[in-house]
């Protein structure tokens, strides 16, 4: 992977990026995303909201570099896809889906959920860990509050504890790239703040990881979003900074609703504006 020497390029960047899938009763294209950009600068945290069937997931599969644009441009960390080895790129690429979490063992510890990271594998690979990526793993848990169930059971863990304990797997290689697919859906308030309070202890290292966040709701978001982008039937609706793009005109023609939009210590919150 080709690495800036001033960490100037963004870490992604979508260019007019459309995606189709063939509809058998129509016989026609069945367009997902549709002229899609926007660029990710190296550090920045982005949203990405809309509602159901909106190509949030779609769109983060193309920016895992899982998934090809049926048009336009992708280039991620530098790089173009249909360009380079994308396997070799998704090793830069840290991934919290819950996808991952469904194919882990049961029987794998934190520790060792955290350890697959290192090779980027489902399986602990413990002929290819080294004494630094045990002592990275212990790092990374005690950071995200993980330190106490590191011995524990994943599959024994809170709904909070295993996705904390995802990221700090997706983060064992200090990927210049991470990607959440709404990583606090099901949590409850405890689990979501705690994991809120991780992504922001992430925007504070240096140099700090992108991050973008696919999620439903603004009150998912840390205070620490930098920019977001809402998407409506696979057209963007607004993209740009958070203060100009999560406020109330833009999330309201989003959301096909009145949308009234505060904000709270950093923090956000969406009401539908009353209709009297």
């Known amino acids: 992977m080709t690495q800036p020497a001033d960490g100037a390029l963004p870490a992604l960047v979508l260019d007019a990026v459309t995606v189709w899938e063939w509809n058998e009763r129509t016989r026609a294209r ?20 809309g509602p159901n069937g909106a190509g949030k997931s779609t769109l983060l599969d193309i920016a895992a570099g899982m998934r090809y644009p049926s048009h336009g441009a992708v280039r991620i960390l530098g790089e173009t896809v249909g360009h380079v080895d994308l396997r070799a790129l998704r090793e830069h690429i840290g991934h919290v889906d819950v996808k991952t979490e469904e194919r882990l063992s049961p029987r794998h510890t934190a520790l060792d959920v955290t350890l697959t990271g290192a090779t980027g594998t489902i399986q602990v690979l413990r002929e290819r860990l080294t004494t630094a990526h045990r002592h990275r793993a212990a790092i990374l848990l005690a950071q995200f509050g993980c330190s106490p169930i590191a011995g524990q059971p994943f599959s024994s863990c809170s709904q909070g504890e295993r996705r904390r304990v995802l990221l700090a797997r997706a983060m064992m ?25 991780a ?33 409506r039937a696979g057209r963007v609706v607004a993209s740009g900074p958070a ?34």
């Open 243 to 276: 203060a100009g793009v999560l406020s109330d005109e833009p999330l309201s023609d989003c959301f096909g609703v009145a949308v009234q939009v505060s904000r709270h210590h950093g923090r956000w919150t969406a009401r539908t504006a009353p209709s009297w």
């Open 199 to 231: 992504l922001t202890a992430l925007a504070g290292e240096q140099p700090s990881p992108a991050v973008v966040t696919v999620t439903h709701h603004l009150e998912e978001l840390p205070a620490s979003t930098s920019h977001a982008l809402l998407l």
């Open 30 to 49: 069945q367009p997902i995303l549709t002229d899609v950009s926007c660029s990710v600068g190296a550090g920045e945290q982005w949203a990405i909201l």
């Open 173 to 197: 290689l200090d990927p210049p790239l991470l990607l959440l697919d709404e990583p606090a859906d099901g949590l409850d308030l405890p689990g979501r703040e705690a994991l809120l309070a």
